[in-house]
């Protein structure tokens, strides 16, 4: 984002005692890594420290494109499609919500993949869910093309790794492409392959190639079209954050537009979990938690003691 504030901060005061702290960052200038050390940073220096324990580095030249910039991968995140009405639906006709995945809920989509990759990651599990979940709730032709766009940390993804401070951007939009049809009639196997896929894809030779199609093609944006656009905060630790008023009760994104994030949270029973955000079309939204509920319905029926996360909010 260019012309636009490098970082907003905004302090409420609740008539209860309770304090937002709200802060609005323009990724030009880092990302949630980033974002956490400039937080740690805050908060040991209002603590009494003169200095953040962890130094800044700047080293922008690093990440910067190469002379001649040649793109050497493919990057159909920065494709650039046509919206149809189907796709370009306004934020009024839209609905925010949140869902809390419990361990146990977790173990239960877990155990909808085959045995081969129930060693997968929680996020990976867990997005290859919600995108199966999601695509079927959004009732696309068959043969539209689906995609997921998985934001990685591609900070040790170099050689060697960038320095420890470093606190640009450096994320990858890495992409995974399938049809409606396929992702619907298939089992969480199939969609679980391709988010796995498309994190293998960020490598130091994909970041440059991004840095080289940024000079190329004039800083084109990622599409949405037909996009989940994923994004997992939670080994940003935001939650650890202490400006002097103790720990925050939630952290994280405020609401999930563009992207859908995943938040470490505590839901309303104690239990530590996965918070998600989603905005879809309201008739859509509807039907993504009827698709999430059935799959937990099922599982019980079938031994399985998870519980519907629509439950747990």
């Not at 209002?46 to 800044?56: E, K, M, N, W």
């Not at 925010?96 to 997968?120: E, T, Y």
């Not at 994320?171 to 392959?193: D, H, P």
């Not at 952290?251 to 949270?265: E, R, T, W």
Request: hydrophobic residues 40%; contains cysteine; glycine residues 8%.
């Amino acid at each position: 984002m260019i012309n636009c504030p490098l970082l907003l901060v905004q302090v409420t005061r609740l008539r209860c005692g309770g304090i937002v702290f709200a802060l609005r960052l323009n990724h030009t200038m880092s990302d949630a890594t980033g974002l956490n050390q400039f937080l740690s940073a805050m908060c040991e220096m209002v603590h009494g420290a003169r200095t953040p324990s962890v130094q800044p580095v700047w080293e922008r030249h690093i990440l910067m494109a190469r002379n001649p910039p040649q793109v050497t991968c493919s990057h159909h995140e920065y494709d650039q499609l046509a919206d149809t009405a189907a796709d370009n639906v306004p934020l009024t006709m839209k609905t925010h919500r949140s869902f809390i995945f419990g361990p146990a809920d977790i173990s239960a989509i877990r155990g909808l993949a085959p045995p081969h990759l129930r060693h997968c990651s929680t996020f990976d599990v867990l997005t290859a869910f919600l995108w199966r979940c999601r695509t079927i709730a959004l009732q696309p032709n068959p043969n539209d093309e689906m995609r997921i766009i998985v934001i990685v940390n591609a900070r040790n993804r170099f050689n060697p790794p960038l320095p420890r401070g470093y606190y640009g951007n450096c994320t990858g939009y890495s992409v995974a492409m399938a049809t409606a049809g396929e992702i619907s009639r298939n089992s969480l196997g199939f969609t679980l392959g391709l988010v796995r896929k498309a994190k293998a894809n960020v490598t130091e030779e994909y970041m440059r190639s991004v840095a080289d199609l940024m000079v190329i093609k004039g800083r084109p944006w990622y599409t949405m079209v037909r996009s989940y656009l994923v994004s997992d905060v939670t080994r940003a630790m935001f939650a650890e954050m202490n400006f002097g008023w103790g720990k925050p009760k939630f952290a994280g994104p405020a609401k999930g537009n563009v992207a859908s994030f995943q938040i470490l949270y505590r839901n309303k029973n104690g239990e530590d979990g996965i918070l998600v955000t989603l905005c879809l079309p309201t008739p859509a939204m509807e039907r993504f938690e009827k698709e999430v509920d059935g799959t937990f319905k099922e599982q019980s029926n079938g031994g399985g003691d998870a519980k519907s996360p629509l439950s747990s909010l």
